[in-house]
């Protein structure tokens, strides 16, 4: 059994053509984050029969397995992300799109610390700073 199917098992789905198409499109970018629009090119480039509607409606259900995380990074344009477990952050190129993730200690631990002297715990963030290069 492929390694898709695997995935796709173990998060509860029932494993079909469209699924592994679009499970091994994100797997062949690990480190990118891809609208449904981008999955959708990638699939008709490779010659895919796959609908964007059911790239759409494919996408979320890997996002309600947790299969994939959904950003909403610049004003409601959603992109997806294979979820690896691993808590990062991110920064956004606000002239080219490009989105760079960052882990730093010490951020991690100053938001905890701020959620501390407010009286609560923190359970989850997300962090995402808007950036353009220096001239």
């Known amino acids: 059994m ?3 199917n695997m ?3 173990k998060a509860g789905l029932k494993v ?3 699924r592994i198409k679009i499970l091994s499109i994100l797997e062949s970018n690990p480190e990118a984050h891809l609208s449904a629009e981008d999955v959708y090119k990638s ?4 010659g895919e029969d796959v609908g964007l509607a059911t790239v759409y409606r494919v996408l979320t259900q890997f996002e309600s397995a947790g299969l994939v995380t959904r950003h909403n990074f610049d004003g409601g344009h959603s992109v997806f992300e294979l979820d690896k477990g691993d808590h990062h952050d991110h920064m956004v190129d606000v002239d080219s799109g490009t989105v760079i993730e960052f882990t ?3 951020i991690e631990r100053l938001q905890h610390e701020i959620a501390a002297q407010h009286g609560y715990d923190l359970v989850d963030h997300s962090l995402v700073l808007y950036i353009r290069k220096k001239k």
């Open 104 to 106: 730093n200690e010490e």
């Open 16 to 18: 079909t053509l469209p």
């Open 43 to 46: 699939l008709i480039e490779a």
């Open 7 to 9: 995935e796709l098992r």
């Open 2 to 4: 492929s390694d898709q």
